[in-house]
């Protein structure tokens, strides 16, 4: 399986804040957080992201700027050993 990459640019930028991805309206977001509590709340590879991306209609681009977004927010945890990403908020906290 193919582990991804997450290009954290984003929390680089000390002080910045977090502002949702280009073109990802707040259904988006909420079908986002759902889709990733669907598959047991933690991103991992190309087999977590697909069906987040199917489920919440999202391009891969998107799905990961999403979880950069929580990321930056502390709505989601690196996992230890680069493990992947866990959401931490709603049915996920």
């Known amino acids: 399986m193919k582990r991804l990459v997450f290009p954290l640019t984003a929390l680089t930028l000390a002080g910045c804040l977090a502002i949702p991805p280009k073109g990802v ?19 991992r590879d190309e087999s977590d992201y697909q069906p987040v991306e ?15 977004y929580h990321l930056v ?16 908020i709603g049915a996920c906290a």
């Open 25 to 43: 309206t707040p259904e988006m977001r909420a079908d986002y957080v759902a889709a990733v509590t669907s598959i047991g709340c933690v991103m």
């Open 54 to 68: 199917l489920q919440a209609g999202l391009t891969r681009e998107q799905a990961i700027q999403m979880t950069e």
């Open 73 to 88: 927010n502390g709505t989601a945890v690196k996992l230890p050993g680069d493990e992947g990403v866990k959401l931490i």
